[in-house]
């Protein structure tokens, strides 16, 4: 068993947790990040990115988290291949504890575990996603320009994703296994006032249809929810969008969680109820969770802990005194 000390400890190495690192770095700080089960985040799982700042041309998502990596490392992080099962926060310096057994402590902490997009668990879910079959619209959407689509869900995620496809595609179904949907009435009103979209209700999904060859998706079989009907509809694009699990199991009893799980943290910065510990990215916002919004209250993260432990270490010494 090792002990690893460090002024600032990052939990998760996606775009929040290297931003956090590369600022942390450069304050000073030496950071450690522990990178978790999946080394660079979510943008792994993914090929082209289009919508992050600085490349002109269309960039592959593990290519990027590749140089954020490098970067990182290049001003002085300490990349650790760990994954922490246990926390005390009770006391200064936090103590965490790793899958290796090795122990990890930090004068600050900062949480960027991120979340996952709940998936329906259908086998043609999974062998098309990325070819038709995707769970964030933001992302992926301006892929099917003119394309028919269909999002399946029903709360505010699912509305405003159906919302936001009708930038790129004539013909949006919403298609949704109740008769009303939970997403605020404002969200709603606009989506019915919206003459592009159409709603599918009492709908669940049994199969996306692959085309065969470099088709992908082609059609999404429905099954309804009342009656036990099959029926077909055509789309090029699917989004599934029934929530997300914010990774903060961990932290559950420790930490402020809201209602859905995600971190709490003071509004306008990265601050939890615990002081010396801080959140960002898509562990603590369920609006953006884009790679950019990730990496700017990475950044924040990284100030605001700074900041902090400056703060701290300033009384301790006059205290002394
Ligand atoms: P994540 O990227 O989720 O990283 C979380 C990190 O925490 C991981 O490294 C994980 O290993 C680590 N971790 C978790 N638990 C522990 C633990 N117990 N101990 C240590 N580490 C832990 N966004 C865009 O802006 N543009 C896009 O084109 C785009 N495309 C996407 C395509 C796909 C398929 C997906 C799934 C997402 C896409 N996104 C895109 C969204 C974007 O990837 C996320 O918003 C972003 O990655 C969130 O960054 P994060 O650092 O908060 O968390
Ligand atoms: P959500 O509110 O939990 O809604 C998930 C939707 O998916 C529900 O309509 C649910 O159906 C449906 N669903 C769940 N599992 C399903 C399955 N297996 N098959 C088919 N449908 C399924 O999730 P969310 O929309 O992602 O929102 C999460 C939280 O973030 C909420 O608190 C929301 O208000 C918030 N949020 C806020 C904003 C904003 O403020 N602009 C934007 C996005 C999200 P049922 O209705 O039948 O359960």
Same mark, same amino acid.
């Given at each position: 068993?090792?002990?690893?000390?460090?002024?600032?400890?990052?939990?998760?190495?996606?775009?929040?947790?290297?931003?956090?690192?590369?600022?942390?770095?450069?304050?000073?700080?030496?950071?450690?990040?522990?990178?978790?089960?999946?080394?660079?985040?979510?943008?792994?799982?993914?090929?082209?990115?289009?919508?992050?700042?600085?490349?002109?041309?269309?960039?592959?998502?593990?290519?990027?988290?590749?140089?954020?990596?490098?970067?990182?490392?290049?001003?002085?992080?300490?990349?650790?291949?760990?994954?922490?099962?246990?926390?005390?926060?009770?006391?200064?310096?936090?103590?965490?504890?790793?899958?290796?057994?090795?122990?990890?402590?930090?004068?600050?902490?900062?949480?960027?575990?991120?979340?996952?997009?709940?998936?329906?668990?259908?086998?043609?879910?999974?062998?098309?996603?990325?070819?038709?079959?995707?769970?964030?619209?933001?992302?992926?959407?301006?892929?099917?320009?003119?394309?028919?689509?269909?999002?399946? /869900? &029903?709360?505010?995620?699912? %509305?405003?994703?159906? @919302?936001?496809? +009708?930038?790129?595609?004539?013909?949006? #179904? !919403?298609?949704?296994?109740?008769?009303?949907?939970?997403?605020?009435?404002?969200?709603?009103?606009?989506?019915?006032?919206?003459?592009?979209?159409?709603?599918?209700?009492?709908?669940?999904?049994?199969?996306?249809?692959?085309? /065969? &060859?470099?088709?992908?998706? %082609?059609?999404?079989? @429905?099954?309804? +929810?009342?009656?036990?009907?099959?029926? #077909? !509809?055509?789309?090029?694009?699917?989004?599934?969008?029934?929530?997300?699990?914010?990774?903060?199991?961990?932290?559950?009893?420790?930490?402020?969680?809201?209602?859905?799980?995600?971190?709490?943290?003071?509004?306008?910065?990265?601050?939890?109820?615990?002081?010396? %510990?801080?959140?960002?990215?898509?562990?603590?916002?369920?609006?953006?969770?884009?790679?950019?919004?990730?990496?700017?209250?990475?950044?924040?993260?990284?100030?605001?802990?700074?900041?902090?432990?400056?703060?701290?270490?300033?009384?301790?010494?006059?205290?002394?005194?």
């Amino acid at each position: 068993m090792t002990t690893h000390s460090t002024r600032m400890l990052i939990l998760g190495s996606g775009p929040a947790g290297l931003s956090a690192a590369i600022y942390g770095a450069r304050a000073g700080m030496r950071p450690i990040v522990v990178q978790g089960i999946q080394p660079g985040g979510q943008l792994m799982t993914t090929t082209d990115v289009e919508n992050y700042p600085g490349f002109r041309d269309v960039i592959q998502g593990p290519w990027l988290m590749e140089e954020m990596q490098a970067q990182a490392e290049h001003v002085g992080t300490r990349l650790m291949y760990d994954t922490i099962v246990e926390v005390d926060l009770s006391k200064r310096p936090f103590r965490l504890i790793g899958d290796s057994g090795d122990v990890f402590e930090g004068d600050t902490l900062v949480i960027a575990t991120g979340a996952q997009a709940k998936w329906l668990g259908l086998d043609s879910e999974t062998a098309l996603q990325g070819k038709g079959v995707s769970a964030c619209a933001t992302c992926d959407g301006f892929f099917y320009r003119g394309k028919k689509v269909a999002v399946i /869900g &029903g709360g505010n995620t699912a %509305v405003e994703e159906a @919302l936001y496809l +009708t930038n790129h595609s004539p013909d949006v #179904t !919403l298609i949704h296994r109740r008769d009303s949907l939970r997403a605020e009435k404002i969200l709603q009103d606009r989506l019915f006032a919206n003459e592009k979209i159409g709603v599918l209700w009492n709908k669940a999904v049994e199969r996306f249809v692959d085309g /065969g &060859g470099t088709a992908g998706l %082609v059609a999404i079989e @429905l099954r309804d +929810t009342v009656t036990g009907e099959l029926s #077909t !509809l055509d789309v090029e694009g699917g989004f599934v969008a029934i929530g997300h699990h914010p990774a903060t199991e961990l932290f559950r009893g420790h930490v402020a969680l809201d209602k859905d799980g995600y971190i709490e943290v003071e509004t306008g910065s990265t601050r939890t109820n615990i002081p010396g %510990v801080f959140a960002c990215g898509d562990v603590m916002d369920k609006v953006y969770r884009q790679a950019v919004t990730a990496a700017g209250t990475g950044c924040m993260a990284a100030l605001d802990a700074e900041r902090w432990l400056a703060e701290v270490e300033f009384e301790m010494a006059e205290a002394a005194e």
